[in-house]
């Protein structure tokens, strides 16, 4: 099981100071919408250029123009990019076409996505390799969590790998455990706790013991 660090509220600068000091814990630094949104692509370029031994997720939330803008995202340096599930196939397909041609990953943010029963196999057919499901945080300001969305979920997906992301902590990550997704998102609860270090070495340990 994977941890993904998902970095949404850093200035670039305080990023890669985080990083340093949490990148033994973690697997794939998320360079979060709004943190892409504020440091542009120079923000993937530095992560992979300054943490080669991790993998990098653009989570650029792709609605349309999908070769392209994924292109973007891969020329930079990311690993992953992130496009919406609830978009039209042909934006999926030319995600999925440069991913081949690069030999990068695409993830499927499934926010808003209701029909996972017709979805799903719709995008494994794509050839998406990680479909996740994700409870925006103005989701999370209402009080919904992921869970419900993981267990329905794990009906449909056959092959893709599933992550799961939206306001998890020490405190909750081992009920996501417990559905066994291949990846675990992690922003707020490693990052706006008190102490970063400490939160992010019991979410690791819970998730490696
Ligand atoms: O994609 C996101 C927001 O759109 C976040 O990166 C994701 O939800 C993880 O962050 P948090 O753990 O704080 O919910």
């Known amino acids: 099981m994977k941890l993904q660090l998902a970095i949404d509220e850093l200035s670039l600068e305080q990023a890669l100071i985080q990083v340093d000091k949490l990148k033994q814990y973690i697997d794939i630094v998320e360079i979060g919408t709004p943190f892409l949104i504020d440091a542009g692509r120079k923000a993937v370029e530095q ?89 925006g945080a103005d989701q999370q300001q209402a009080g919904r969590t992921p869970i419900e969305d993981l267990i329905e979920m794990k009906k449909y997906v056959k092959k893709a790998q599933i992550a799961v992301a939206g306001g998890i902590n020490s405190k909750t990550v081992e009920d996501y455990m417990a559905l066994q997704p291949d990846i675990v998102i992690v922003g707020s609860g490693i990052l706006n706790a008190v102490d970063p270090v400490h939160e992010v070495e019991l979410v690791h340990r819970l998730l490696t013991d």
Do not use: N
């Open 47 to 135: 992560m992979k250029r300054k943490f080669p031994e991790l993998e990098i997720l653009c989570d650029a939330k792709i609605m349309d123009a999908g070769a392209y803008e994924a292109q973007l995202a891969y020329d930079a340096g990311a690993d992953y990019v992130t496009v919406l599930g609830i978009t039209d196939d042909l934006t999926i397909k030319g995600c999925v076409e440069q991913a081949k041609k690069q030999g990068r990953k695409v993830m499927v943010d499934m926010i808003c996505v209701k029909d996972f029963a017709t979805r799903i196999p719709a995008l494994e057919e794509l050839g998406v390799d990680v479909i996740a499901v994700h409870t």
